[in-house]
């Protein structure tokens, strides 16, 4: 769409709300028109779309390609990326990229939402590269609500797994101008020797140079491109998904972290609001570890103070008999020792265990195993009489040593 304008009308604000109120009635013709194709083509019963949705957009050189493997492992997704160059990859389509121009809204919205439909994709999937304007925004969300409403038409019926509520993440990669000019420049430079050392040795297939990666002004203005289009676009998503801005500026692996920590897993956010309700009632472990360390100090000072004997008996016990075995196994970082001793008879013994390994860095757990052994036999009768011996397993876990192990 392109929207021409009276001299001196660039500044008013009408104008800019009649371009977004024409981008909404354009992008509303064009998802009817696909959807309508879709739905014709594979039947309302089977328009089974993508559980989780990450939608992945950049500026150029902030790592997209980098970073997808990543993203995927994150999520536990074993389906490639859609990538919407490689589905726009025409002759035509590549003229107008390689002026660092955007392939139109209707042809990209129907081969991205054609190639959601594939069953391996019903998961989820990383979307890179849509929606890059107000018109594929505008239709991603009609999308999310068609979706929606398929959920909740067939939520009590036996395909309701096929039709599961979506979970949308935006996760948008940023470098500044300055940074992706010299990152798209480098990548035109790797790729050009590549190609090069292939042709003069006659081994390996040549790769595609994108123009935009070989001259500063073509990247400037892809860069310029990303920012007028794609990053309105994509902030225009903030409040409505779960909305990611990851500073890619750094090394890869600090990238990484800050993906990380941005896609830790949140069920109250992604599962079914049915599921998450039957679960909830369980503590998440986070809960459960926040406040251990605390608990941990509270009842070892209440064992001094309120158990002092049986404290220093215990202390005496691990000192003299588990000590010089968890030692021994200092390099497996696992030591099994079992007892007898009745002092471990008291529950609340064993609770002091466990307690002070815990304090001391180690994990233990025991388990009680119970012998029968026969002491008398009476010769008339046959019958045997027995006495019952605990023995007391104690499993304890820690670090092991690294041994520096020589090549021979």
């Not at 948008?172 to 420049?185: A, H, N, P």
Request: contains cysteine; aromatic residues 8%.
């Amino acid at each position: 769409m392109e929207h021409k304008m009276n001299d001196g009308e660039e500044d008013s604000p009408n104008a800019a709300v009649s371009d977004e109120n024409l981008e909404v009635k354009d992008a509303h013709v064009i998802f009817s028109h696909v959807w309508n194709e879709l739905d014709l083509e594979f039947g309302h019963d089977n328009l089974r779309f993508s559980k989780e949705l990450i939608l992945l957009g950049g500026a150029p050189g902030s790592g997209k390609g980098t970073n997808t493997n990543f993203i995927l492992n994150a999520r536990d997704l074993t389906c490639p990326p859609i990538v919407v160059s490689s589905l726009l990859d025409t002759p035509e389509a590549r003229r107008i990229k390689d002026r660092g121009g955007m392939v139109g809204d209707r042809d990209v919205v129907g081969l991205v939402f054609r190639k959601l439909l594939e069953p391996e994709y019903r998961d989820g999937c990383v979307l890179d590269g849509f929606p890059r304007t107000r018109v594929q925004v505008e239709c991603l969300k009609l999308l999310v609500e068609k979706m929606n409403l398929l959920y909740r038409e067939y939520h009590a019926t036996p395909l309701a797994i096929n039709f599961r509520k979506p979970t949308i993440h935006v996760m948008v990669l940023f470098v500044d101008e300055k940074t992706s000019i010299e990152r798209q420049l480098f990548r035109g430079r790797q790729v050009a020797e590549r190609n090069a050392r292939a042709e003069r040795e006659g081994e390996g297939q040549l790769l595609e140079v994108r123009s935009t990666d070989l001259s500063t002004e073509a990247a400037r203005q892809r860069y310029r491109v990303f920012k007028e289009k794609t990053w309105e676009a994509l902030q225009s998503l903030k409040e409505i998904y779960h909305y990611h801005f990851i500073d890619a500026q750094g090394t890869v692996e600090s990238v990484e972290r800050n993906i990380r920590d941005e896609l830790d897993y949140q069920s109250s956010l992604e599962l079914d609001p049915e599921t998450y309700d039957a679960v909830r009632r369980i503590p998440l472990a986070s809960q459960l570890i926040r406040h251990a360390r605390q608990e941990l100090v509270r009842r070892m000072d209440s064992y001094q103070l309120e158990h002092t004997q049986l404290f220093h008996d215990v202390i005496h016990l691990l000192n003299e008999r588990f000590i010089p075995i968890v030692t021994r196994h200092a390099i497996a970082g696992l030591a099994i020792v079992n007892s007898e001793d009745s002092l471990l008879d008291n529950p609340l013994a064993l609770a002091i265990v466990i307690d002070v390994f815990a304090e001391r860095g180690y994990r233990a757990v025991a388990n009680v195993n119970r012998v029968e052994i026969p002491e008398t036999v009476d010769l008339q009768t046959g019958h045997v009489t027995c006495s019952t011996k605990r023995i007391y397993r104690f499993q304890i876990r820690f670090t092991g040593s690294q041994i520096r192990r020589g090549s021979g």
